[in-house]
Every structure is written in structure tokens, then in C-alpha cells.
T-cell receptor, first 114, second 110 residues
Framework: NAGVMQNPRHLVRRRGQEARLRCSPM?????VYWYRQLPEEGLKFMVY????????ESGMPKERFSAEFPKEGPSILRIQQVVRGDSAAYFC????????????FGPGTRLTVL | QQPVQSPQAVILREGEDAVINCSSS?????VHWYRQKHGEAPVFLMI?????EQKGHEKISASFNEKKQQSSLYLTASQLSYSGTYFC???????????FGTGTRLKVLA
């Protein structure tokens, strides 16, 4: 049973470009969370999705950031017109149920904005 | 709103014990504990649920005081592999959002 997969592992973008981060949850998991982690800091909640639904996006900036989890395929975190402050590690985690279960984290995508 | 962890950092020698605390200002449904090594993803350690249920995978114990909205992680007879940053993740009652604590850096020396 493969774990949570994220790609790419490293992504370099120039200011103004778009970044697309992908997350494939563990088999049987329909709940996906995205977190951002700045160097030497903790994990910041961004968004919680179930298949085809955004449940809570209160941690996501209102502009430039969007997330989706389609019926088929991976969850996507999209950052438009990236700025240097977007440089961070982005982790996704999946769980089998809404709450009370552990979250399984992917290896993360390290985004660097030049 | 972010849970506060204490201490911020701790250095131990192999075999020594440590306690890491996590304190929230909000009513909690559950507390999760994770360990993250530098450059890696967080790894699950323990879940404590309201009502006393616990789920864990390692020889690490924890407590959850619902009234005080506090949790403590107990590391006994520490090993070199325990080094890393420990985060508590809290799920507030009535929400689906997990908020992670400020983190505690732990280093175990030989």
C-alpha cells in the first residue's frame, strides 16, 4: 500500500509564474489536508478537502491560491503569480475519516521562488 | 489560536526522560503528536481523543487533560532516534481544521 505521494519534490519558479503541486492520497483515503511550512517554523493549515468538495479553506490566502480534489486524480494546490514569500515546503496529508484518525503525510514539495 | 508548546527546545543524553507540553486556549476534540526530522515529513506518534481513547504506534505515552485543554508527551529512556522537532496538532471541537503547535526541538546526545 503506497503512502501519500507528492510531486514534484522540488519546484523552482520565477516570480509571476504559476506553481502546481500534486498530492495523491493513500488508497482508500478521501480526506486531504494541505499545510505550508516555512524554514524553522511549524505547519500552517491551509485547506481541507474531500472528493470534489472544499470543506475548509480558512487557512489559504484569498488571492492567488486555489485547491481542488477532483473525483478522479490527485489533489492539486495551485499558486498563481508566485512571489518570493511563497517559498516554503508544502505538505499534504490524507486520512480515512474526518477526525479522530492519524494523518499520513506526504514527503512534501519544496517550492523556491527566484 | 496556535497551541503553545513547552519547552521550545531540550537537549538530553541517551536514556534520559523528557516531557513536552501542549496548551490550547480553545476546547479540543483531539490532540495529535508528530515528530519531524529535518527535511522530512512529519511522522505520526499518538492521538488522544476526548473521552480518553488513545491510539499510538511507538513506546511513547501521552496524556490529555480535556478541562485544561492541555496534552503532554512523555519520552522515557530516550534514544538517539528520538531527535527531531515534536509538534502537537489540535482539532477543535466542531471543526475539521487541525492547528499545529509551535514545536519543540529535541536533541538526544550519545
Amino acid at each position: 500500500n503506497a503512502g501519500v505521494m507528492q510531486n514534484p519534490r522540488h519546484l523552482v519558479r520565477r516570480r509571476g509564474q504559476e506553481a502546481r503541486l500534486r498530492c495523491s492520497p493513500m488508497k482508500g483515503h478521501s480526506h486531504v489536508y494541505w499545510y505550508r511550512q516555512l524554514p524553522e517554523e511549524g505547519l500552517k493549515f491551509m485547506v481541507y478537502l474531500q472528493k470534489e468538495n472544499i470543506i475548509d479553506e480558512s487557512g489559504m490566502p484569498k488571492e492567488r491560491f486555489s485547491a481542488e480534489f477532483p473525483k478522479e486524480g490527485p489533489s492539486i494546490l495551485r499558486i498563481q503569480q508566485v512571489v518570493r514569500g511563497d517559498s516554503a515546503a508544502y505538505f499534504c496529508a490524507s486520512s480515512p475519516t474526518t477526525s479522530g484518525d492519524e494523518q499520513f503525510f506526504g514527503p512534501g514539495t519544496r517550492l523556491t521562488v527566484l | 489560536q496556535q497551541p503553545v508548546q513547552s519547552p521550545q527546545a531540550v537537549i538530553l543524553r541517551e536514556g534520559e526522560d523528557a516531557v513536552i507540553n501542549c496548551s490550547s486556549s480553545k476546547a479540543l476534540y483531539s490532540v495529535h503528536w508528530y515528530r519531524q526530522k529535518h527535511g522530512e515529513a512529519p511522522v505520526f506518534l499518538m492521538i488522544l481523543l476526548k473521552g480518553g481513547e488513545q491510539k499510538g504506534h511507538e513506546k511513547i505515552s501521552a496524556s490529555f487533560n480535556e478541562k485544561k485543554q492541555q496534552s503532554s508527551l512523555y519520552l522515557t529512556a530516550s534514544q538517539l532516534s528520538y531527535s527531531g522537532t515534536y509538534f502537537c496538532g489540535t482539532e477543535m471541537s466542531g471543526t475539521y481544521k487541525y492547528i499545529f503547535g509551535t514545536g519543540t526541538r529535541l536533541k538526544v546526545l550519545a
